[in-house]
């Protein structure tokens, strides 16, 4: 049986967590690998309309295992807050497990998290202050505290008083702030762990199981491929893997196991913060854009930056992926536009570029090239086959489908499930 990555082709917000929404209804086990609660999946759907940080898009379906991997750094406080959120809407959590080896996001990562972005000055990098950096930090550190740990409350005590050692140094000798308290954190967090204990699990063997009885697997990404630490526009990227890599040594799983890897792709393309993005459009059409698609962050509601579909960085994300095929969300915003346009290339120093250059400096003065589709000026929301969509709206996907050197699988044309082409079948 299948088991399939979902991953962001972009700079996050691509529309995965409607995907994965509509893919878990022929799933078993929908698994989350990395992130923190700075992602953030809108789902709306018959149960009502989420923003999920954490539990994976797959909650919504009883039957389905939901799952947060080792590769997911964890707010409690987020955590137990979306449990209450989707209890108050008769959504159950009797299927969401934790792995053990997930990591915590502690109180002081949050605070170090906010007072390191302060001190950038112009040059902060337009982090969540969730927490997230410093905790990624501890972990490859060897500082952190993970959530099988909370069920230790012996060790759990040494290691905080250990660690909390440190962070107070800094804290206090750095940032002039008040140091942080062992004995309340410590309260705290065994409340937590009292809370979280039902949810924890060795859930990479959960996932070896399911695959024993051949049940079908979906592997949820967070943020999106130039979000990526290693392949992402460093340094405005997130702290951790977003790629295909990342989906296997987020939860434990061989990459033998994946049958296929579908890339997530708006219509056009946003980013949140900062960092060099070439096709922008600081004018009035990428006002129009934003306003039309509501494009605000799910988890800062800070208003998203616009811009044409960008090829050139497509390419790049379906090779570094190995992407079997695409997701393209969002192509109904498009129906405004009297023409749209497609950057399939960059100019720099008199040279034509065909992959993003690594340096942010060298994409920051990249002049995209375009070549210019017309639009199609008509409602495509109710449409459900490819080939009854206007025949310019089938040719900027089939162009789309040339430039970045893979196939369409699934076409979204609205925000609710049942607004969706299914070109072909994932699961």
Same mark, same amino acid.
């Given at each position: 049986?299948?088991?399939?990555?979902?991953?962001?082709?972009?700079?996050?917000?691509?529309?995965?967590?409607?995907?994965?929404?509509?893919?878990?209804?022929?799933?078993?086990?929908?698994?989350?690998?990395?992130?923190?609660?700075?992602?953030?999946?809108?789902?709306?759907?018959?149960?009502?309309?989420?923003?999920?940080?954490?539990?994976?898009?797959?909650?919504?379906?009883?039957?389905?295992?939901?799952?947060?991997?080792?590769?997911?750094?964890?707010?409690?406080?987020?955590?137990?807050?979306?449990?209450?959120?989707?209890?108050?809407?008769?959504?159950?959590?009797?299927?969401?497990?934790?792995?053990?080896?997930?990591?915590?996001?502690?109180?002081?990562?949050?605070?170090?998290?906010?007072?390191?972005?302060?001190?950038?000055?112009?040059?902060?990098?337009?982090?969540?202050?969730? *927490?997230?950096?410093? %905790? =990624?930090?501890?972990? /490859? #550190?060897?500082?952190?505290?993970? !959530?099988?740990? +909370?069920? &230790?409350?012996?060790?759990?005590?040494?290691?905080?008083?250990?660690?909390?050692?440190?962070?107070?140094?800094?804290?206090?000798?750095?940032?002039?702030?008040?140091?942080?308290?062992?004995?309340?954190?410590?309260?705290?967090?065994?409340?937590?762990?009292?809370?979280?204990?039902?949810?924890?699990?060795?859930?990479?063997?959960?996932?070896?199981?399911?695959?024993?009885?051949?049940?079908?697997?979906?592997?949820?990404?967070?943020?999106?491929?130039?979000?990526?630490?290693?392949?992402?526009?460093?340094?405005?990227?997130?702290?951790?893997?977003?790629?295909?890599?990342?989906?296997?040594?987020?939860?434990?799983?061989?990459?033998?196991?994946?049958?296929?890897?579908? *890339?997530?792709?708006? %219509? =056009?393309?946003?980013? /949140? #913060?900062?960092?060099?993005?070439? !096709?922008?459009? +600081?004018? &009035?059409?990428?006002?129009?854009?934003?306003?039309?698609?509501?494009?605000?962050?799910?988890?800062?509601?800070?208003?998203?930056?616009?811009?044409?579909?960008?090829?050139?960085?497509?390419?790049?994300?379906?090779?570094?992926?190995?992407?079997?095929?695409?997701?393209?969300?969002?192509?109904?915003?498009?129906?405004?536009?009297?023409?749209?346009?497609?950057?399939?290339?960059?100019?720099?120093?008199?040279?034509?570029?065909?992959?993003?250059?690594?340096?942010?400096?060298?994409?920051?003065?990249?002049?995209?090239?375009?070549?210019?589709?017309?639009?199609?000026?008509?409602?495509?929301?109710?449409?459900?086959?490819?080939?009854?969509?206007?025949?310019?709206?089938?040719?900027?996907?089939?162009?789309?489908?040339?430039?970045?050197?893979?196939?369409?699988?699934?076409?979204?044309?609205?925000?609710?499930?049942?607004?969706?082409?299914?070109?072909?079948?994932?699961?």
């Amino acid at each position: 049986m299948p088991v399939i990555a979902v991953i962001g082709a972009q700079w996050g917000d691509e529309g995965k967590g409607k995907i994965v929404d509509l893919l878990a209804e022929k799933a078993h086990m929908v698994v989350r690998f990395s992130g923190g609660s700075n992602a953030g999946h809108t789902v709306v759907n018959p149960c009502g309309e989420f923003k999920m940080h954490l539990i994976p898009a797959g909650i919504f379906h009883r039957e389905v295992t939901c799952i947060i991997g080792n590769g997911v750094v964890i707010d409690p406080a987020v955590f137990l807050e979306e449990i209450e959120a989707l209890k108050s809407q008769d959504v159950s959590v009797d299927r969401l497990f934790v792995s053990d080896r997930a990591h915590l996001i502690m109180p002081y990562h949050l605070q170090l998290d906010a007072l390191e972005e302060e001190s950038r000055g112009s040059g902060a990098i337009g982090t969540t202050k969730r *927490g997230i950096g410093p %905790a =990624y930090m501890d972990k /490859v #550190g060897r500082l952190g505290i993970r !959530t099988g740990d +909370l069920l &230790e409350r012996d060790a759990f005590l040494e290691r905080l008083r250990l660690v909390l050692e440190q962070k107070n140094r800094i804290l206090t000798r750095v940032y002039q702030a008040q140091p942080l308290v062992l004995e309340e954190i410590y309260e705290k967090y065994c409340h937590y762990g009292e809370l979280l204990a039902p949810f924890i699990r060795e859930t990479d063997l959960m996932v070896e199981e399911a695959l024993e009885r051949k049940q079908k697997v979906l592997l949820e990404g967070a943020q999106g491929t130039l979000l990526d630490v290693d392949f992402g526009t460093y340094p405005y990227v997130t702290s951790t893997t977003t790629m295909t890599g990342g989906a296997c040594s987020g939860l434990g799983l061989s990459p033998l196991k994946l049958d296929g890897i579908a *890339g997530v792709f708006k %219509a =056009y393309i946003t980013r /949140v #913060g900062g960092g060099p993005m070439p !096709t922008e459009l +600081l004018d &009035e059409t990428g006002e129009l854009i934003r306003e039309h698609a509501h494009e605000r962050g799910a988890t800062t509601g800070r208003p998203r930056r616009c811009g044409w579909f960008d090829a050139v960085v497509g390419r790049f994300s379906a090779r570094v992926n190995g992407f079997s095929s695409f997701i393209l969300t969002r192509l109904d915003i498009l129906s405004i536009l009297p023409s749209i346009k497609i950057c399939t290339a960059y100019r720099h120093d008199g040279k034509t570029l065909t992959s993003p250059p690594s340096s942010v400096a060298m994409l920051a003065r990249c002049e995209p090239l375009y070549e210019e589709l017309p639009g199609w000026q008509t409602d495509i929301s109710d449409i459900r086959r490819f080939e009854d969509l206007p025949g310019e709206a089938r040719t900027y996907v089939e162009r789309l489908e040339e430039l970045l050197n893979c196939p369409v699988s699934i076409i979204s044309v609205g925000e609710r499930r049942e607004q969706t082409i299914m070109v072909k079948e994932l699961l």
